[in-house]
Nanobody
């Protein structure tokens, strides 16, 4: 499985970005997908996740109401729409995949595959 994240960049506080993660190497619909982030000097943390079917989504409290995760099975891609960005959202964002998982817990050590990160910088 290969995951390729893109869409990061520099944005002012209050602005928006959409991250994309292209999936390849297996059947996309068999995987729950997640987004995580890691700020300098901090541990990697959960941001959002979506079930293999797309029917369920999960969010960290810090992004609830501002970020939206979605998936396009036809394009084998998962998205993270980020609105009302804050300086504290600055981090490297990673997408991750977990096969045949239908639960609601997405710990860093539970994800089976990771992509390279994309930098998001929010200026205040």
């Amino acid at each position: 499985v290969q995951l390729q994240a893109s869409g990061g960049g520099l944005v002012q506080a209050g602005g928006s970005l959409r991250l994309s993660c292209a999936f390849s190497g297996d059947t996309f619909s068999n995987y729950a997908m997640g987004w995580f982030r890691q700020a300098p000097g901090k541990e990697r943390e959960f941001v959002a996740a979506i079930s293999w079917s797309g029917a369920s989504t999960y969010y960290a409290d810090s992004v609830k109401g501002r970020f939206t995760i979605s998936r396009d099975v036809g394009k084998n891609t998962v998205y993270l729409q980020m609105n009302s960005l804050k300086a504290e959202d600055t981090a490297v964002y990673y997408c991750a995949a977990r096969k045949y998982y239908s639960g609601g817990y997405f710990g860093v050590h539970q994800m089976g595959y990771w992509g390279k990160g994309t930098q998001v910088t929010v200026s205040s």
